[in-house]
């Protein structure tokens, strides 16, 4: 099981941190991802961390902004989100890849378990 949380509303500038929370599964050998869909859009790729931490990568709308992370020993995972615009505003889904899986990194159907979603609202 998944269960994203830190959501909520926040002024253009301002920021927010995510977690995901893993339960049930192993973690810590697992690569893990942050996808978001904004209303009327499709749920795009935002950030994914690698099993390791070694790799990591973000969408060029959130590079330089969104910071991920993880915490294998709270089987817990992080986006930091700074310089927050109003064009963040999505429910943000954290999800995650079979065990020891890579490549496609950024692509949805990669990620068999997803979690419920956050909704972030970010006003101009």
């Known amino acids: 099981q998944l269960q994203a949380s830190g959501g909520g509303l926040v002024q253009a500038g301002g920021s927010l941190r995510l977690s995901c929370a893993v339960s049930?599964?192993?973690?810590?050998?697992?690569?893990m991802g942050w996808f978001r869909q904004a209303p009327g859009k499709e749920r795009e790729f935002v950030a994914f961390i690698s099993w390791s931490g070694n790799k990591i990568l973000y969408a060029e709308s959130v590079k330089g902004r969104f910071t991920t992370s993880r915490d294998d020993a709270k089987n817990t995972m992080y986006l930091q989100m700074d310089s927050l615009k109003a064009e963040d505003t999505a429910i943000y889904y954290c999800?995650?890849?079979?065990?020891?899986?890579?490549?496609?990194?950024?692509?949805?159907?990669?990620?068999?378990?997803w979690g419920q979603g956050t909704l972030v609202t970010v006003s101009s």
């Open positions: 049930g599964r192993p973690f810590s050998n697992r690569g």
């Open positions: 999800a995650a890849r079979p065990l020891y899986n890579s490549g496609y990194d950024d692509q949805r159907d990669q990620y068999p378990y």
